[in-house]
């Protein structure tokens, strides 16, 4: 993969200040949720300090985009995408314990655990957890819908999706063979479900206004296809990215003895595979029509072309 490659879709200041519009929705969403939050104040603090700590915000914004295309106006849903952020926050805070991955920084600051010790940072992340289902419950859509939604989000979120994923990963370090096979299902598992989910459950909340079982489908495929790109470059960026874009040490999977796209099929070939599967994310978009549409292909793209 060619570090410094650049995605001509992606550059665009369509993209861009669509891009930021979304984050800064979300953004927006997430202080004033934390702002009526009631709960112990170092907990507050922890809780504030991991998601208010910058990120992407793909996974919020997947499930706005997927509604939005579909035809359901996203400030129905905002708490419900939150929700969304406020698992994989969780999941970020856990996964850089001394006993998961053991990783000093997080998006270019020191991890939670590091600033508020471990026990806090265990407590904030359960909080997120548990927090982001009160958030997907309380949305001005049919309760039918929201039961769907969050009944999805469960099983990604949980030991058949995200956590089970987690356990693979794990289970895989310093393995001397492992084949490429293990690593996809890993990968789909601990960051494609949740990836997946966002534009399944979006899809989900827009049969509110007539979204269909074939949109939903479609969103599976888009969500499915992207989260493996995302892991295959975060991968890749782990090899070659630059430590100061990134917010944290690069070569991490390698001291830790991971097994990876790279290290099976090399570099090369590892970003290859992930622009075959964006096409596959693609074609899933092909007979819808917008701004949105436009939005989530050039999303799509700057997954594979993304330097963070």
Not at 106 to 128: C, Q, S, Y
Request: charged share 20%.
């Amino acid at each position: 993969m060619k570090p410094n490659k650049t995605c001509g879709n992606c550059s665009n200041n369509f993209f861009k200040k669509n891009l930021a519009r979304w984050t800064d929705t979300i953004n927006t969403h997430l202080t004033n949720i934390l702002k009526k939050l009631s709960c112990p104040t170092e907990l507050k603090k922890s809780v504030d300090y991991s998601l208010m700590a910058g990120g992407k915000r793909i996974r919020p914004i997947l499930c706005l985009a997927w509604a939005e295309m579909l035809g359901l106006e996203k400030n129905k849903i905002l708490n419900f995408a939150c929700g969304l952020e406020f698992i994989h926050t969780y999941s970020l805070i856990h996964d850089d314990l001394p006993s998961m991955d053991n990783d000093d920084l997080r998006r270019g600051k020191p991890t939670n655990h590091k600033v508020f010790g471990e026990a806090m940072a265990i407590l904030a992340g359960d909080a997120l957890l548990t927090q982001s289902f009160e958030l997907m419950a309380n949305n001005p859509i049919k309760p039918n819908y929201i039961l769907e939604a969050i009944l999805q989000v469960s099983i990604a979120a949980g030991p058949q999706g995200m956590v089970g994923g987690q356990v693979l990963d794990l289970s895989l370090e310093n393995q001397r063979q492992t084949s490429l096979s293990q690593i996809q299902e890993m990968h789909r598992l601990k960051t494609g479900a949740l990836l997946e989910v966002a534009c399944v459950s979006g899809a989900i909340l827009a049969q509110e206004v007539g979204a269909s079982k074939t949109d939903i489908k479609n969103a599976s495929i888009y969500g499915r296809n992207i989260g493996l790109a995302f892991q295959i470059v975060d991968d890749i960026l782990d090899v070659i990215g630059d430590e100061n874009v990134l917010g944290k040490p690069v070569g991490s999977d390698i001291r830790q003895g991971k097994s990876t796209y790279p290290s099976l099929v090399g570099l090369e070939e590892s970003y290859n595979l992930a622009q075959k599967i964006i096409q596959n994310a693609l074609e899933s978009l092909q007979n819808y029509k917008g701004n949105t549409k436009i939005f989530l292909e050039d999303l799509a793209n700057y997954i594979i072309e993304r330097a963070h």
